[in-house]
Every structure is written in structure tokens, then in C-alpha cells.
């Protein structure tokens, strides 16, 4: 079945340190997007890709890296910049960069602070 | 920024019931979509309509768009214990989609 995968599901961090989060689609999509969804909170784009090597910032990009390697894959990094990691994660991909196509989630991946 | 403003916030109902949930959004939007979020997952798309639509259905879910208001109502018909989530809707413009902070609706049985 075609998807995305996000690993892991939880993922704990330690202060100062960077953490990546996986993304991977094999729905060969073009688009990539990574938001921030803190509770009863909508979505915040952090970054999004329309093509590999290629990825712009999104709302709240501070304290976040991205890269895009592959099609496939939009790993996203949280860094020590980012003061307030503790969030949910979502990874979305669509055939194209344009707004009128679905967006596809994965399930997520929650970081919590040690 | 939030685009799109969901009302109620929290919508509880019996099974059987309809459940009407509503969206204003601030710019102009090319369409207005709507999705779903089972606690702890991702979201899932349920129906777009576009900007030049006033209307659209879609099994039991019915759309209706006002651009002149800027707001967007989402009817869930006969619903069921299976369609407890949270509801978001996103207002798409150029390159990318802009949440609202969604309604959770609860279904009871």
C-alpha cells in the first residue's frame, strides 16, 4: 500500500541536543511538508519541498532543518535552537506544490523534552 | 496564522444524529478543504471544494462554501460512534494549506 512513514512514533530529547525526525513516501509525490500541531491547535507549516534539493521555510522554521535528499525522504531536525520542541509532528506529501491537491499524513511522530 | 477559525470547538451528539460544524477563514483561498484527525493520528482528507463551487457531497458529508462571507460549513449526516474526531478545516492559497484549530465532535452510541 502506498504511504508515508514517520519514525519514530515518540522520540524523546535531551537539553542541547538535535533530533531528526523520518519521513519517507512512496506515493511518488513531488511535494514534501513538515507542520507542528501543539494541543487544540491547528497546523503550522515548518518547512516544505516541491522538489528534491529544493525546500523553502515555512511559518515557523526557526530552531528546524530540513533536507531533501531524495524524493522520497524529508527528514526534518530539530535542533538545540528550538526552545520549545514539545509538540505532535506531521509529515505531508501531494503530486505537485500547489494548493488545490490533498494532502497525505502520516501518523505522526510526538516529541516530548527529558 | 491561522486561516480558518472552526466553531463549535467541541460538538458532542448522538448516533443517528447530523453534525454541522462551521469555518471562517481571513484571505482569499483558491479551495477550502476539510479533514479529519482520530486522536494520536495523522489527518485525512475528506472533500475539497474550490473557490468557484458553492456546494458539493460527498457519501454523507456535505459541503457548502460562501466566499462572500468567507466561511465554509461541513453537515456529517446519520453520524456514528466511528466518526468521533476532531475536524479541521485548511484554506488553500498559492503553494500551501492553512489550518484552523478544528472542532472535536464526539458521537455518542
Known amino acids: 500500500d502506498g504511504g508515508i512513514t514517520q519514525s519514530p512514533k515518540y522520540l524523546f530529547r535531551k537539553e542541547g541536543q538535535n533530533v531528526t525526525l523520518s519521513c519517507e513516501q512512496n506515493l511518488n509525490h513531488d511535494a514534501m511538508y513538515w507542520y507542528r500541531q501543539d494541543p487544540g491547535q491547528g497546523l503550522r507549516l515548518i518547512y516544505y519541498?516541491?522538489?528534491?534539493?529544493?525546500?523553502q521555510k515555512g511559518d515557523i522554521a526557526e530552531g528546524y532543518s530540513v533536507s531533501r535528499e531524495k524524493k522520497e525522504s524529508f527528514p526534518l531536525t530539530v535542533t538545540s535552537a528550538q526552545k520549545n520542541p514539545t509538540a505532535f509532528y506531521l509529515c505531508?506529501?501531494?503530486?505537485?506544490?500547489?494548493?488545490?491537491?490533498?494532502?497525505?499524513f502520516g501518523d505522526g511522530t510526538r516529541l516530548s523534552i527529558l | 496564522s491561522q486561516q480558518g477559525e472552526e466553531d463549535p470547538q467541541a460538538l458532542s451528539i448522538q448516533e443517528g444524529e447530523n453534525a454541522t460544524m462551521n469555518c471562517s477563514y481571513k484571505t482569499s483561498i483558491n479551495n477550502l478543504q476539510w479533514y479529519r484527525q482520530n486522536s494520536g493520528r495523522g489527518l485525512v482528507h475528506l472533500i475539497l471544494i474550490r473557490s468557484n463551487e458553492r456546494e458539493k457531497h460527498s457519501g454523507r458529508l456535505r459541503v457548502t462554501l460562501d466566499t462572500s462571507k468567507k466561511s465554509s460549513s461541513l453537515l456529517i449526516t446519520a453520524s456514528r460512534a466511528a466518526d468521533t474526531a476532531s475536524y479541521f478545516c485548511a484554506g488553500g492559497s498559492n503553494y500551501k494549506l492553512t489550518f484552523g484549530k478544528g472542532t472535536l465532535l464526539t458521537v455518542n452510541p
Open positions: 505531508a506529501s501531494t503530486t505537485a506544490l500547489y494548493s488545490n491537491q490533498p494532502q497525505h
Open positions: 519541498s516541491q522538489i528534491v534539493n529544493d525546500f
